[in-house]
């Protein structure tokens, strides 16, 4: 009984090998692409967040406007816009004076720099701040009112 025993030639192993890299080339691509693709997505929910915020503001102002009620620049200014809104986004983890540990991914009200904060999955943050319409030179798109969710 005669055993075939498989012979590779100097030529396959490189073949071999050329095929493994561009395989590996390729798969690097793909997860660089797709970290980005969830980098972009993550960027948009956190902007639909703002937009949201935003408009339940608008509407806040909209009924105290409604019923007789003035809103201050004191009453706003450095307030924490999600006290005065309806819904909160899912992600919101409350009030704190410090980052949350392991915080990805979140909201949270800076206390101590009065700032609602984002905190990115990389730990990237940005923060906004609620200001009064009258002391800004621009206000976001479609800002009626008082008062505006502004990035710091």
């Given amino acids: 009984m005669k055993l075939n025993v498989f012979h590779f030639s100097a030529a396959s192993l490189f073949n071999f090998a050329i095929t493994n890299g561009i395989i590996a080339i390729l798969v690097f691509t793909v997860l660089a692409n797709i970290n980005r693709a969830q980098s972009q997505v993550e960027v948009s929910m956190m902007e639909t967040d703002v937009a949201n915020i935003r408009w339940q503001l608008r509407e806040f102002w909209a009924h105290r406007n409604a019923i007789g009620q003035s ?65 800004l030179n621009r206000a976001s798109l479609g800002a009626i009112g008082a008062m505006d969710l502004v990035l710091d």
């Fill in 71 to 135: 809103i201050s620049g004191g009453e706003i200014e450095n307030a924490n816009p999600l006290r005065l809104v309806n819904e909160r986004p899912k992600n919101y983890s409350g009030e704190f004076a410090d980052t949350p540990p392991d915080a990805h991914a979140i909201w949270y009200f800076d206390t101590k720099a009065k700032r609602l904060v984002y905190v990115f999955n990389n730990g990237r943050q940005v923060r906004y701040r609620l200001a009064s319409t009258a002391g």
